[in-house]
């Protein structure tokens, strides 16, 4: 996506209206076909949520062979950390919702701000991760200790990647916001839709994890 | 890349706001219950499955509100809900089983 592109699309002069609010018609197209950003970001979601789909049953079929063993590196997972990494994951997403919010209103300077308060708590996440596992390693609780901490090290860890991309994805939406002048072109919508949408998704499958990894038996 | 509307919808900010809060309260509540407080007071077997649910519960409202599912093509919710489904239900049954 570059700037001439950008610059070449129609500029929106009006406030936005849609489904289900303030605009007329917005219920009916609520029935009909709209989605955030493009539906090809959402065929990417939806491969990716199979594919922890996958993870987390595994992991669940993995408990009910080794009960004892789970209980037992579930007790040993550091709850605080994962409640704290919760908090700043799920605080991220409200920015990423502001920030789309506020771009939509043509107020550039505050969703720039917002995106400045998710980068910020997702460079949290990543340091939390980084003394959480530390902090595992050091007493010798490693991938090679058991089933459970061997599911714990992988399914966090490729977690942790995809809140590595989502960083680098709220840089380039960041980039976009401060070029938005009045309200946003339907491209530039669009890109921001759809880094938000990515974003979502990776605070959506950290609950899944949080819930498996801290907080069940 | 097609889309199928260009036109976007306007949240009020409560509503996000109030979203993040009700998601912040069932995660102090799923903290609680994983502690030896739920277990004394439900069992093992239950906490497993209300924190479960909880889970998915705050899954369903990131979707509905922060992804903005609620406005979104029936196609899209409807994908979505199978996941929480298929995903949940199978988890709960492991759990339970």
Not at chain 2, 24 to 46: C, D, I, N, P, Q
Request: hydrophobic share 50%; with cysteine.
């Amino acid at each position: 996506m570059t700037g001439t592109t950008i610059a070449s699309e129609p500029r929106n002069t009006t406030p936005l209206a849609g489904p289900g609010h303030d605009g007329p018609g917005g219920r009916e197209r609520a029935q009909t076909g709209w989605v955030p950003g493009e539906v090809g970001i959402w065929g990417f979601i939806l491969t990716d949520m199979t594919g922890f789909a996958v993870y987390f049953l595994v992991f669940a079929y993995q408990r009910t062979q080794q009960p004892a063993v789970f209980a037992h590196g579930r007790r040993l997972t550091d709850l605080s950390a994962g409640v704290i990494n919760t908090f700043l994951l799920l605080t991220a997403s409200l920015f990423v919702a502001l920030a789309v919010h506020y771009i939509r209103e043509g107020r550039s300077a505050t969703s720039k701000a917002m995106l400045l308060g998710t980068g910020v708590c997702g460079t949290g996440f990543v340091a939390n991760k980084y003394f959480e596992w530390g902090a595992e390693l050091a007493t010798g609780r490693t991938p090679l200790s058991d089933n459970f901490f061997q599911l714990y090290y992988v399914l966090t860890g490729i977690h942790l990647l995809h809140v590595l991309v989502a960083l680098i994805v709220v840089v380039y939406l960041w980039r976009m916001a401060a070029r938005v002048r009045n309200l946003p072109t339907a491209r530039q919508l669009r890109f921001i839709e759809n880094g938000a949408s990515y974003w979502h998704m990776v605070d959506l499958i950290w609950l899944g994890l949080f819930a498996l990894f801290y907080l069940t038996s | 890349m097609t889309t199928a509307n260009l036109r976007p919808p306007t949240t009020s900010v409560n509503y996000i706001v109030g979203a993040w809060a009700l998601l912040m309260a069932l995660t102090f509540l799923a903290w609680w219950l994983g502690g030896e407080h739920g277990v004394a007071t439900l069992g093992l077997k239950a906490v497993d499955a209300v924190i479960l649910v909880l889970a998915f519960g705050k899954m369903a409202v990131v979707s509905h509100v922060f992804m903005e599912q609620r406005l979104a093509a029936p196609w899209l919710r409807a994908s979505f809900a199978v996941w929480y489904l298929v995903v949940g239900g199978g988890l709960v049954a492991l759990y339970l089983g």
